[in-house]
């Protein structure tokens, strides 16, 4: 283990913490609100240990999987503590489990909340729970690469341990500059956002708290009644869009930036996401007609908006989905399940892992039809190698047994099995919303210390997919080689 280059990695990581905290700290100065102080406590003392810690450059700058695996870990963890300092100073969330449980939920773009008043905060903290949606949808270490000088040849090792999906290459010979690439179209999809959210006559704090949770595909709201209080069909079709736009492979918008249409065409990620996205729509509009006046294009409307939430994990609500027929309800754990497409902000197993493991499935039936026959798994018109679904047999065994180990958890506490299932699982996708107490008119207040604990274990192993949390906790990571 390299610790000097994990001490320098760190140093920048909380001097980036602190800088990223400026957005609520202006927020607060433009509002005078009391958020101002709470902010500056944390931010000063992060940003004094950031330049200490990296005062001075390690002479050995390598990073290999392991570094970057407990880099990224250790960077969550901490930007966690530290981000939910300001909730826990100011008063508004005054326990410390409860304002990481917020905290690590705007990170992980989870959007599980147990605020049941968001609107008596100051603004600035609004804009801070917000804004942790935008700076963990992309990832905070692929922003540092994208900013801070790098002098190391294999920080693509802390891109891939911090991308979500089955894997991550990339688009141009330079890991900093793929970096930059990405975040530029993270930016320019949020500022649109935001500029189409105004058209409809959204405030714009609200426009930009708003852009940033979708691009995030987060799901944290600034109103009490989430995106169902605006009452606007215009920002829920603005909002639907962009929650769309934000689950697809961020590599497809840079190849139609180099006008590689043909590539995006060929992709069969975004086309099974987009069939599963309109046939669960159509399903579900039907079956929840009746709660509506049997009028099609209000369930179309409300149905049309929650699967794009749950399908891009993003969790906003315009309509309690809890009250829907059962049919409508098991759809809806399924999108949990599978979630957005690798690459992209949201969360779930991804379209391409299912994909692998679904292909991979088949190929195996095919094996013990006819022994003698060589069957091979592709994907993208590519031939998927052994290693890559052994891998991903891997995690899912390990998702499987961490969501059923979770559940058995939460079954501890006093709700039913459907409200721990749905917590584990909605934690564990990250998804916001759950069944019963905690749909997206509920909260997760009423958990019990512990509970909050195991879902906050379950939305970073969620976020990092798995691997890099149980990793950077392993005796034998921190053993020489």
Known sequence: MNYQMLRYV????????????????????????????????????????????????PVNQTIY????????????????????????????????????????????????????????MPMSLIMWRSFT??????????????????????????MRAEVPGPSVGKLVAKTQLTARILYGIY??????????????????????????????????????????????????????VFMLIFSINFNLFYMLLIRQFSEVLRNVEIKVFFGIYLTTTLLITPNIMPLYGGSFWRALRYAGFTTASLCSSTGFGTADFTL????????????????????STGGGLKVARVMILVKSGVSEIRRQLNPRLISTVKLEGQ????????TQGAFFILYMVILLVSTLLLSMDRYSF?????????????????????GPYGNFADFTPFSKLVI????????????????????RTWKKA
């Not at 829907?324 to 690459?343: K, N, R, V």
């Open 133 to 158: 949606h935008w700076i963990g949808g992309m990832g905070v270490l692929v922003f540092a690469l994208a900013l801070l000088p790098s002098g190391s040849a294999q920080s693509m090792y802390i």
């Open 383 to 390: 031939v998927v190698e052994n290693e890559q679904i052994r």
């Open 456 to 475: 906050i274990f379950d939305m970073l192993v969620g976020r990092l997919e798995i691997f890099p949390i149980l990793i950077a906790f392993m005796p």
């Open 65 to 120: 999987a392991r570094e970057g695996f407990v880099i990224v870990a250790f960077a969550w963890i901490l930007m966690s503590v530290f981000g939910a300092l300001p909730f826990v100073i100011s008063g508004d969330i005054p326990n410390f489990i409860d304002a990481l449980f917020e905290t690590v939920s705007g990170f992980t773009t989870t959007g599980s909340t147990l605020l049941p008043d968001v609107e008596s």
């Open 10 to 57: 760190m140093g920048q990581i909380f001097k980036l913490t602190a800088a990223l905290m400026g957005v609520p700290l202006m927020t607060a100065l433009y509002y005078r609100d009391d958020g101002a102080v709470p902010i500056l406590v944390v931010l000063l003392p992060l940003l004094f240990a950031g330049y200490v810690m990296t005062a001075r450059k």
């Open 418 to 438: 459907d409200v721990s299932f749905s917590a584990a699982l909605t934690a564990l996708n990250n998804m916001g919303p759950g069944l019963g107490a905690i």
């Open 187 to 240: 930016i320019f999809f949020t500022v649109l956002e935001a500029v189409l959210l105004r058209l409809t006559g959204m405030r714009w704090f609200d426009c930009i708290a708003n852009a940033f949770a979708t691009a995030g595909t987060g799901g944290f709201s600034v109103l009490n009644s989430g995106i169902g209080g605006y009452g606007n069909v215009w920002v829920e079709i603005v909002i639907t």
């Open 324 to 343: 829907w027929p059962a049919f409508s309800q098991t759809i809806l754990i399924l999108l949990m399940f599978c979630g957005a497409c690798a690459g």
